[in-house]
């Protein structure tokens, strides 16, 4: 309506004979008893009644969130998931751990690698492998210079080479010179209440690695061998064993020993599987399946306020349908039998939510009584055992490429950008004219309504002179 017929409409509503009540036609129009309208008032509520196809845009785009959020957090726990399952399957995982329990570890202890042979094996440790060391006569103190004087160090290999002081170098100076030289020993200073050494220690332990040190003048430095280098000397299941290192691989296929100290009888090094390590994967294997059911099945239950934001997306259904399946898988051995053909046998079952609980008395006794047949549950007999099942159905839901999960969010995101688009193309083609019109409009009436006083006024003076010249 434009302001001219505004006008026409509030005089148009007069009942009065000899005037207007411009107080009954405020009071009709704003509710106030001076004229004027709120012309921001009405543009923002007509422009909310317009954005009302807007709002239910950003209704969509609020649900997309809503959903791109949870089908990321059950990316996640799937993600887990299947982390426990490439763990159970691999040749260097849990399955494969080799733990080592020595009858004396104050003798000796040891570590395996994944996949060693189990069994138990017998050491004597005769005596240990030493690093050769020489030390030289005291003097006052480290900064002491040294008298002028020669002396010669030999490595194990036949090099040499002569050092020389010249009355001015001391200690320190010397041990520099001496572990810079490449001859595979370090020299330092040792102090005591005595006074100062140089003290030569060889780099490497066993008979290899022995030097010597030979003066010009012995009563200058006054060199003495403290420690003579020998090889470790031990016996392995009754094999003599000769080793330069305290550490010594290749005695037993897989087996590090560490040799701590001399033995008068043989120590046992049982060599088994670590079952702790393997008990602990599969309850890791379990509490994160448990906590991506519950993620899956929560989509599907309505708390009162309705389901999950994906209780309609077919990526969570098959989700579904696949993590209950997959607790049905059997092994089922091409020779032989097995004592796990299943996840009951294992001490673990399904509770009436679609969760696992294990029978840790069950678990750990198989482990302990049949462990080659919970690895070949796991592994199968190629690496295609249950872990490896639920693995490649969970790779169709992970794949970055053309997994479900990629798909569907990559369908989410088109979605919310092309309503995006929609909403801005909305503010401005059709918002941006509309209030520029409105606002127009509503302030022209406006004018008009804070002219209407005068206006009223010479009408009702007009139409006074009237009547007084009929009367």
Excluded at 186 to 204: E, K, P
Excluded at 267 to 290: E, K, M, R
Aim: no cysteine.
């Amino acid at each position: 309506m434009s302001s001219s017929s505004l006008l026409s409409s509030l005089l148009g509503s007069s009942n009065s004979s000899t005037g207007i009540n411009i107080s009954d036609i405020l009071q009709a129009l704003t509710g106030a008893s001076t004229p004027g309208i709120d012309v921001t008032g009405a543009v923002n509520a007509a422009i909310s009644a317009a954005e009302a196809p807007e709002k239910q845009w950003e209704a969509q785009q609020s649900t997309l969130q809503s959903q791109a959020t949870a089908l990321t957090a059950i990316q996640t726990d799937i993600t887990n998931l299947d982390n426990d399952m490439q763990s159970l399957n691999s040749l260097t995982g849990p399955l494969a751990g080799v733990s080592v329990t020595s009858s004396n570890s104050s003798v000796v202890t040891a570590s395996a690698a994944p996949g060693t042979s189990a069994g138990d094996n017998t050491v004597t440790v005769n005596n240990l492998a030493t690093t050769a060391a020489w030390t030289s006569g005291a003097v006052a103190d480290s900064t002491t210079a040294l008298p002028a004087e020669s002396f010669t160090i030999t490595n194990g290999s036949g090099t040499s080479k002569t050092f020389t002081t010249d009355g001015t170098q001391t200690l320190g100076d010397l041990a520099s010179e001496i572990s810079g030289a490449g001859l595979g020993v370090t020299a330092s200073v040792v102090t005591d209440t005595t006074g100062s050494r140089l003290s030569i220690v060889a780099s490497a332990s066993g008979s290899a690695s022995n030097f010597t040190v030979s003066s010009t003048d012995s009563a200058d430095f006054g060199f003495t061998q403290t420690v003579n280098a020998v090889n470790a000397s031990l016996k392995v299941n009754g094999v003599d064993i000769s080793s330069a290192s305290n550490t010594v691989t290749g005695a037993l296929p897989g087996v590090t020993l560490n040799l701590l100290s001399t033995s008068t009888s043989p120590v046992t090094l049982d060599v088994s599987a670590n079952t702790s390590a393997v008990s602990s994967a599969i309850n890791q294997f379990v509490s994160d399946y448990n906590t991506a059911i519950n993620a899956v099945n929560a989509q599907f239950t309505d708390t009162g306020s309705g389901e999950g934001p994906l209780a309609g997306d077919s990526t969570i259904t098959d989700l579904q349908n696949d993590l209950q399946q997959a607790l049905d898988y059997t092994n089922t051995p091409t020779t032989g039998t097995t004592t796990i053909p299943n996840l009951t046998s294992l001490g673990i079952s399904v509770n009436k939510d679609g969760t696992l609980s294990v029978n840790s008395t069950t678990l750990n006794s198989v482990l302990a009584n049949n462990f080659g047949d919970v690895q070949s549950f796991f592994q199968g007999t190629a690496l295609n055992g249950f872990a490896n099942t639920l693995d490649q159905q969970l790779t169709s839901f992970l794949s970055p490429a053309d997994g479900a999960f990629t798909v569907d969010l990559q369908s989410m995101s088109t979605q919310n950008t092309s309503l995006q688009s929609d909403i801005n193309n909305f503010q401005t083609n059709v918002i941006s004219p509309l209030q520029t019109q409105l606002q127009s409009e509503f302030s022209q009436a406006e004018i008009a309504l804070q002219q209407l006083p005068g206006e009223i006024k010479n009408i009702d003076a007009e139409l006074g002179e009237n009547n007084s010249s009929s009367n």
